[in-house]
């Protein structure tokens, strides 16, 4: 087993882990810009792409944890603890002395508790409401 950690994933392999999970895809051309405009922790074993962090930022005060996904037949086997503390601690790196960051993820459904392991609150809180998206755009 060779596992490695990459800073890049194409566009075809990123929408591979999109649909092999049930999520929402859309053309390549928009991944590609998004991947682009992305900091990316992709876990290689053999050469294969069979986990996936990406986060958007603007390096200054907020990172958005978008993406973790592990390959369906890949889960159960750490691979996303893994690619989560990558995540946090290529984040963590951002940070000057006095500094601090606003994280943000919306997990999936049931995933609450492996995020809760690296410190992130379930929303609403006290101090916090609730997290809130919308999709925008053609459905065709």
Do not use: H
């Amino acid at each position: 087993m060779n596992e490695v950690f990459t800073d890049y994933i194409t566009a075809e392999e990123y929408m591979e882990f999109r649909k092999a999970v049930g999520w929402a895809e859309f053309p390549l051309e928009e991944a590609a810009e998004g991947l682009k405009n992305s900091f990316i922790c992709c876990l290689r074993k053999d050469g294969k792409a069979i986990a996936l962090g990406r986060i958007v930022s603007d390096r200054g005060y907020v990172a958005y944890i978008a993406d973790i996904i592990v390959l369906p037949e890949y889960q159960g086997n750490g691979y996303g603890r893994m690619v989560m503390e990558n995540v946090m601690s290529m984040i963590n790196s951002w940070l000057k002395p006095g500094y601090k960051m606003m994280v943000s993820l919306c997990s999936a459904t049931g995933k609450e508790e492996f995020y809760e392991k690296f410190g992130f609150i379930k929303r609403p809180s006290e101090n916090y409401g609730c997290g809130m998206c919308q999709w925008i755009g053609n459905n065709g």
